[in-house]
Structures are given as structure tokens and as C-alpha cells.
């Protein structure tokens, strides 16, 4: 965004952004781990805070609340993604959930331009990084503890519909980007490697992190 590489820096709880040139600056501090990140269509940045399970506004003119979610059912928030039209989608997660299950809490929360939250999917397991695609009508996101990415078409009203897999991974996704050609670079956490997965599962791309790091957001 504006030509820079903007990161959660969650352990530090501080947004950072890096240049081109490689400076690094941090342009906000919060009193909790920032996790997703998205912009609204005036370019005002949002950012989850996890544990006070909230979306904020942050910039010039301080930090605001965006999406409050303490009154929904949940542990902490995850990953974000925001659309064209400043509609975010945001990862409900619950500690409590468990794989004997038969359905999971977690969900995928949808806060609207005005603030207003409502549930677009439901039976989430471990709802992880998101992405929309570039025509604006599919939503895929990792599912950390089903080891798969999922795939949904985005209704008109932003609710999100016709649940698909689109890849079985056998591993723990955490980040997960759409490229220009509708593949999914996915971060494999454990495997130190970020791969890139057509629809269906055929892995097409690898990178590998040095020995030792975790592949996390991408």
C-alpha cells in the first residue's frame, strides 16, 4: 500500500512499514498484538487486536474503534482481509474448540463500512489468513486445523456462500495470498517453505526459508 510493505509486528504490538529502499518504520503502536491488517477505500489502515477482539482505525489522527467484537461469542481474532468496498472480513477463533467436534465455533465475521458486524461463514476451523480474489467474487482462506485452504464465492451483500475446498495441503497453512492467475501462495508453517497451489491441490511453486524459520503470513 502507497508503495510500501506494511507487516504486524505482533510481539512488538506495533505496525510497521518498509520502503523500497529497505527502511523500516513503525507508524503505530497499540496496547495488544496487531494481526491482520486492510485499508478502507479513503486509505484509512485497520488492524485487529487480537486479544480485546477488536478493529481499529489508526493514523495521523490517533486510534479508534473500527468493529467491536466483545459481545460475539469468541476467544480472540485472527487474520483480515478488506474488499473494494471497505467491507473486512475478519477470523472469529475459539481456544475452546476442539477436532471431536462435530462443528467448529469458529467463523468468519464480516464488519461493514459502518461498523456493524455480522457472521458471513460458519464452521471454521482455524480460520488464518484470507485473501479475495482480483474480480472481487471469491474469498479463500486457510483453515489452520483442517490443513486446507477453502474457497467461497462472495455474495452482492458480502455474505459468503458455496463453500468448496480448493486445496488439501496435509500440513498446517498459516497466510495465504491470491496471485494475478487465481493460485494461492500458502505459507506452510512447520515446513519452513511458502508454496504455490492451483486449485485442486497440484503445488506448482516453492520457496524455502533458511534452516530453522517458520513461513508464516505471506
Given at each position: 500500500h502507497d508503495n510500501k510493505l506494511w507487516l504486524s509486528d505482533m510481539h512488538a504490538h506495533s505496525v510497521m512499514t518498509v520502503d523500497a529502499a529497505g527502511k523500516v518504520e513503525t507508524v503505530a503502536k497499540f496496547d495488544d498484538r496487531p494481526s491482520g491488517l486492510g485499508f478502507?477505500?479513503?486509505?484509512?489502515p485497520l488492524a485487529v487486536l487480537m486479544r480485546s477482539r477488536r478493529v481499529v482505525k489508526f493514523g495521523a489522527g490517533g486510534i479508534s474503534v473500527h468493529g467491536d467484537f466483545t459481545r460475539i461469542p469468541g476467544t480472540h481474532l485472527g487474520e483480515m482481509v478488506v474488499d473494494g468496498q471497505g467491507r473486512a472480513y475478519v477470523g472469529n477463533r475459539e481456544h475452546s474448540a476442539q477436532a471431536s467436534d462435530k462443528r467448529s465455533p469458529e467463523t468468519i465475521e464480516l464488519v461493514m463500512p459502518d461498523g456493524s458486524i455480522q457472521t458471513a461463514a460458519d464452521d471454521l476451523w482455524g480460520p488464518n489468513g484470507s485473501a479475495i480474489t482480483a474480480?472481487?467474487?471469491?474469498?479463500?482462506?486457510?483453515?489452520?486445523?483442517?490443513?486446507?485452504?477453502?474457497?467461497?464465492?462472495?455474495q452482492p451483500d458480502g455474505m459468503l456462500t458455496d463453500r468448496r475446498i480448493f486445496a488439501e495441503l496435509g500440513l498446517v497453512p498459516d497466510g495465504v495470498c491470491v496471485d494475478a492467475e487465481g493460485a494461492a501462495w500458502v505459507s506452510a508453517v512447520h515446513k519452513g517453505e511458502y508454496w504455490r497451489v492451483r486449485e485442486g491441490g497440484e503445488i506448482v511453486d516453492r520457496v524455502k526459508l533458511s534452516e530453522g524459520k517458520w513461513a508464516v503470513a505471506c
Open positions: 478502507l477505500p479513503d486509505g484509512t474480480d472481487g467474487r471469491t474469498f479463500v482462506v486457510a483453515e489452520s486445523r483442517a490443513n486446507r485452504i477453502t474457497a467461497f464465492a462472495i
